[in-house]
């Protein structure tokens, strides 16, 4: 396969289902046969390359001829039909959590671990959002030292919890700063406010989120990063931040650290007095590393700040770019 035949959307109402049909217009525009599935079609219509596409009921029937199945819905959809789809000869890569910590099932960051592709059927999940940011520049560091301990605080974007989380922003906002929860989606109000939970707190006092984080980071990485995070959710629309602390085996000088990032796929360093911001990275495909610096008091410690786009580079291109690096052995565009 050189280009993909018969691509089936599954979420494709939701933000990740609707920026992957804006990323795979980009990238794929002469696509014919694209079917956009969610839970019910409803009489609904979404875009795909200047195109209106009916929403279809996801069903086996519907995905029984895609040579390319992307999962954009929930863990439990995945479940149900991801490994049948890959059984069938789908490659299918799927954004849900369901299989990212499968030891059968690759999880990849196509920069960093592309090769774990095949070409043809095969299912493959792509990281969590914060994760896919967070690995790019870790990555580029391990090609030239040993980590030796990581500490990352995220400012997540409330896209990245869903539609249902926009729309109770965009309804507290519209009361005004100070009022009610206005939804299902955060147990307290998102704006004008600060949340110290992404996610299920768990008993030993982190959360799903946070876990997210260190686990599929150091299954990308292929190494211990002795990793703790705090998730955090912000009342930013798209685009999720972290500050990272990182140790290494011995100390680096910043600027051979911007080096080493800016020669790494996917990444653009930001130059000091400049930083990036959400708002400046929402519609693009880069991860974006500012504030370099070494620590004050540690000698082998750096701080970094990170930036990306949660929707694109955390969701829906990274999953494209696992599409094309299947077709192609590598990934076109990063
Ligand atoms: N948002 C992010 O930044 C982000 C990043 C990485 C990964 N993810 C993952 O990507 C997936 C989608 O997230 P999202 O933010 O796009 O969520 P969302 O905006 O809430 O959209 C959910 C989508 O899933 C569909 N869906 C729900 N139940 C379904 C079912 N039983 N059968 C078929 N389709 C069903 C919905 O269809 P209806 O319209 O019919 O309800 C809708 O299209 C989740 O697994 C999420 O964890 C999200």
Redesign the pocket.
């Known amino acids: 396969m050189t280009r993909p035949s018969r691509v089936a959307v ?10 992957l049909l804006t990323v795979l217009g980009e990238r794929f525009p002469g696509l014919e046969h694209v079917r956009a ?4 079609g ?1 009489g ?1 219509t979404v875009q795909f390359a200047g195109r209106t596409l009916p ?1 279809e ?2 069903s086996e029937e519907a995905l029984a001829e895609a040579d390319v199945v992307f ?8 479940e149900r039909f991801g490994p049948w789809a890959a059984a069938r000869g789908a490659l299918v890569v799927d ?3 369901r299989f990212r910590m499968d030891p059968e099932v690759p999880l990849v960051v196509p920069e960093v671990n592309g090769h774990l592709i095949q070409r043809g059927g095969q299912l493959v999940a ?4 914060s994760t896919i940011a967070l690995v790019l520049p870790l990555h580029a560091l391990l090609r030239h030292r040993r980590v030796t301990r990581v500490l990352v605080s995220t400012y997540q ?1 409330v ?6 989380a926009l729309m109770q922003l965009e309804a507290e906002m519209a009361d005004g700063l100070g009022g009610e929860v206005r939804g299902t989606a955060y147990p307290k109000p998102i704006a004008g406010n600060v949340l110290a939970q992404c996610d299920h707190l768990d008993d030993a006092g982190y959360t799903l989120e946070e876990w997210k984080l260190t686990r599929e980071s150091e299954k990308i990485l292929g190494t211990r990063l002795r990793l703790s995070a705090t998730a955090v959710r912000v009342p930013v629309r798209i685009g ?1 931040a972290e500050a990272v602390y990182v140790e290494l085996d011995r100390p680096v000088d910043p600027e051979a650290v911007r080096d080493w990032l800016r020669a790494t796929p996917g990444i653009v360093v930001v130059e000091d007095p400049d930083y990036p911001t959400p708002r400046e990275a929402a519609g693009s495909d880069a991860v974006y590393v500012g504030r370099v610096r070494r620590d004050l008091h540690e000698p082998t410690g750096l701080h970094l700040f990170i930036v990306a786009d ?2 694109r580079k ?2 829906a291109t990274n999953a494209v770019q696992i599409l094309e690096q299947s077709l192609f052995g590598e990934s076109v565009r990063s």
């Open positions: 599954v979420g494709a109402t939701g933000l990740v289902g609707q920026t599935l969610a839970e019910c409803g609904r929403v009921a996801i999962l954009a819905a929930t863990s439990a959809v995945s954004k849900s959590s792509s990281p969590n959002c974007a896209s990245g919890t869903g539609r249902e999720h949660n929707l955390g969701a």
